[in-house]
T-cell receptor
Framework: NAGVTQTPKFRILKIGQSMTLQCTQDMNHNYMYWYRQDPGMGLKLIYYSVGAGITDKGEVPNGYNVSRSTTEDFPLRLELAAPSQTSVYFC?????????????FGPGTRLTVL | GEDVEQSLFLSVREGDSSVINCTYTDSSSTYLYWYKQEPGAGLQLLTYIFSNMDMKQDQRLTVLLNKKDKHLSLRIADTQTGDSAIYFCAESKTGANNLFFGTGTRLTVIP
């Protein structure tokens, strides 16, 4: 199993450009999450999904969109990139919500908006 | 303010014990977790403790939970250079789908 994979690993965008961060998991997990990690700020939840066709906002959803057409894929879309979106983005998945929630993380995408 | 707080940095000498602390504010926490992030990598679950437990030991790792003070700690015995990483505590809460992470503590092990 590859686990959770993310592409690209690095990207530099100009202000106003758009891009899609890809995330795929091969563990047949229903739950998937997008976090951003800023220095000294921990991880903040952007969006999450509890299954194909179902998505919901997290703590910091503004400026982002997601879709979940399959169990495996959960892409994150930035429509009009802003410098405040410079961050490291992590995708994660888990098998069920329950009370015990082990999340499996991808290696991250480092995004810089100039 | 943040729900989960940690100090940002910790340095220890190789072979010493490391203690990483975390405080949380929500009494509805069900499980508390320690994740490890190595340079350039994603987070990986290191250990966890159910909220009705006081202590959990797993080889070199000891997790202590003080529910009254809402304080969680991770002790690493005989710290090795390979333990250098960022350690995040996290909590899962009743009614929430995601985990709530602390700011992370960067552990540096000095040879």
């Amino acid at each position: 199993n590859a686990g959770v994979t993310q592409t690209p690993k690095f990207r530099i965008l100009k202000i106003g450009q758009s891009m899609t961060l890809q995330c795929t998991q091969d563990m047949n997990h229903n739950y998937m999450y997008w976090y951003r990690q800023d220095p000294g700020m921990g991880l903040k939840l952007i969006y999450y999904s509890v299954g194909a066709g179902i998505t919901d906002k997290g703590e910091v959803p503004n400026g982002y969109n997601v879709s979940r057409s399959t169990t495996e894929d959960f892409p994150l879309r930035l429509e009009l990139a802003a410098p405040s979106q410079t961050s490291v983005y992590f995708c994660a998945s888990s098998s069920e919500r329950g009370y015990f929630n082990e999340q499996f993380f991808g290696p991250g995408t480092r995004l810089t908006v100039l | 303010g943040e729900d989960v707080e940690q100090s940002l940095f910790l340095s220890v000498r190789e072979g010493d014990s490391s203690v990483i602390n975390c405080t949380y504010t929500d009494s509805s926490s069900t499980y508390l977790y320690w994740y490890k992030q190595e340079p350039g990598a994603g987070l990986q679950l290191l250990t966890y403790i159910f909220s009705n437990m006081d202590m959990k030991q797993d080889q070199r790792l000891t997790v202590l939970l003080n529910k009254k003070d809402k304080h969680l700690s991770l002790r690493i015995a005989d710290t090795q250079t390979g333990d250098s990483a960022i350690y995040f505590c996290a909590e899962s809460k009743t009614g929430a789908n995601n985990l709530f992470f602390g700011t992370g503590t960067r552990l540096t092990v000095i040879p």
